[in-house]
């Protein structure tokens, strides 16, 4: 059991490209997010998802697309990366919405 | 709107000293859940607890205990008999039920133990 997958783990971009964060997870769970860590900001929630095919805005979704397809995908798309998405990205799913998350082990993008 | 305060940035105590994390919230809805996340310092994040609006018990597990107060809008972690391996950063988190799935996290609190 994998739990919650992330692809990258690091990577560096540099400003105006775009690229996309991987989550995938194998607990069939139904709700996924998208979250940034800043320093002294704890975590501000980006997009997330309710279910495949539903996606919604979270705190901070500007420069960010979220899609979808499949329960157990949810990869999170920088469409023209800007030295403020300089953070660490994390995925979290559950299986109930009342339930605690369980999150991936992070990408920690650096955009110069 | 929704929105959790974590007012300690930082705390540091001896190893076998209790400790106290606040977490204070803002909802206008009525029921709601409360979470706390541990986050050490190797980086993952890890789920702790949950409590919804409704129970107010406090719960106790090992030397980790939870007081949620409605009437101050408080749901505050104590740690007893502090260890070196509780170092970490704890977050707060709000889920309320008519904000769709969107949890809000605090700031979150670096706890630094000292042996």
């Keep these: 059991n994998a739990g919650v997958t992330q692809t990258p783990k690091f990577q560096v971009l540099k400003t105006g490209q775009s690229m ?4 995938a997870q194998d607990m069939n769970h139904e709700y996924m997010s998208w979250y940034r860590q800043d320093p002294g900001m704890g975590l501000r929630l980006i997009h997330y998802s309710v279910g495949a095919g539903i996606t919604d805005q979270g705190e901070v979704p500007n420069g960010y697309n979220v899609s979808r397809s499949t329960t157990e995908d949810f990869p999170l798309r920088l469409l023209s990366a800007a030295p403020s998405q300089t953070s660490v990205y994390f995925c979290a799913s ?5 339930g ?5 082990s992070g990408t920690r993008l650096t955009v110069v | ?18 400790v106290t ?20 310092p190797s980086g993952e994040l890890v789920f702790l607890i949950r409590r919804n609006s409704f129970d107010e018990q406090n719960e106790i ?5 939870w007081n ?15 260890q070196v391996v509780d170092s970490a950063v704890y977050f707060c988190a709000l ?5 769709g799935f969107k949890t809000i996290f605090g700031a979150g609190t670096r706890l630094f133990v000292k042996a």
């Design chain 1, 20 to 23: 996309t964060l991987q989550c």
């Design chain 2, 1 to 18: 709107a929704q929105k959790v305060t974590q007012a300690q940035t930082e705390i540091s105590v001896v190893e076998k000293e209790d």
């Design chain 2, 68 to 82: 949620f107060q409605k009437s101050t809008s408080s749901f505050n972690f104590t740690i007893t008999a502090s």
């Design chain 2, 21 to 40: 994390l606040d977490c204070v919230y803002e909802t206008r809805d009525t029921t709601y859940y409360l979470f706390w996340y541990k986050q050490p």
């Design chain 2, 61 to 65: 597990s090992g030397r980790y205990s």
């Design chain 1, 94 to 98: 559950t299986k109930e919405d009342l």
């Design chain 1, 100 to 104: 605690g998350y369980t999150f991936g």
């Design chain 2, 95 to 99: 889920r309320a039920y008519t904000g």
